[in-house]
């Protein structure tokens, strides 16, 4: 038989055309996902009585902002391992549950990822938030924390000279400052570039009850403020000459703050008298 005339004459296969075992195919695989559905909920009955599983959600909870806290002060802001205490959420499903309803793991957003920014934000919910950058960060991200005036609890933003999007953004913060209340807020520290142009300035009137620390390099102030009141930690550097205090402006604003136990002042001494 010549070889030609062995060819088997197939039906061409259009992608409108359905496979002959196609249903029986899809009722198999819904019975494969029901059966790992079923796995999943074994493991999970069978986890729960492990003496990890005893442990009640709330101290749970405790246990994670804790680690979260020490991985934070492991790591500066941009380290991508700052973040490594997400692992506590892959444990298992109870991690996960416990993680995601916890705010107080996720107050400290990472600024290096608009994205992760985001998340964190809407997982923090109402929970004050403490904002702190390194050397590597989006600009969107800070501006979307600095949004969030009335949980602002932590902020510190230290921009290098030449940084002119950065001083423009504390600038941004500090007009915002001087017009909304950061009922949350208890320290600020803030510096820029030593060249800066305008100097950024702090508004006398700031209304943040609970400010406590307040740390300035290469900005100004009044020292009639009111931010200078009830404060336990003043830092301030490099003062522009025209903002260094009179001997008696100093007195008076340490008199508004009794309770001040750290006192740092450099390039911003009282201007005395000949």
Not at 40 to 53: D, E, F, G, Q, W
Not at 192 to 217: E, H, M, W
Not at 263 to 274: I, K, Y
Request: proline share 8%.
């Amino acid at each position: 038989m010549p070889y030609h005339a062995m060819r088997l004459s197939c039906p061409k296969a259009t992608p409108d055309s359905p496979a002959p075992n196609s249903k029986a195919q899809t009722e198999i695989d819904d019975k494969l996902e029901a059966l790992e559905e079923r796995k999943r909920a074994l493991r999970t009955c069978r986890n729960s009585y492990s003496p990890i599983s005893s442990i009640p959600p709330e101290l749970l909870s405790t246990i994670f902002v804790f680690h979260v806290q020490q991985t934070q002060l492991r790591y500066i802001p941009d380290n991508p391992d700052v973040l490594s205490w997400l692992i506590v959420g892959r444990v298992c499903r109870r991690w996960r549950e416990v993680a995601l309803r916890t705010p107080e793991l996720w107050v400290t957003p990472f600024l290096n990822c608009s994205k992760a920014t985001d998340e964190m934000l809407t997982r923090s919910k109402m929970a004050p938030l403490n904002l702190k950058i390194g050397r590597r960060y989006r600009m969107d991200s800070i501006q979307k924390a600095l949004m969030h005036m009335e949980r602002l609890q932590s902020v510190s933003l230290l921009f290098l000279h030449g940084d002119t999007a950065g001083c423009r953004c504390i600038m941004e913060f500090i007009n915002k400052l001087s017009s909304c209340s950061a009922p949350k807020l208890r320290l600020l520290a803030l510096e820029v570039g030593d060249k800066q142009t305008p100097r950024v300035a702090i508004p006398i009137y700031f209304p943040a009850p609970n400010l406590c620390s307040l740390r300035i390099k290469h900005c100004d102030l009044s020292w009639a403020s009111s931010v200078l009141t009830g404060l336990t930690v003043l830092d301030i550097q490099k003062l522009s000459p025209e903002c260094l205090p009179t001997l008696d402006e100093l007195i008076s604003a340490l008199r508004r703050m009794p309770a001040l136990h750290t006192l740092v002042l450099e390039d911003a001494l009282p201007t005395l008298s000949s």
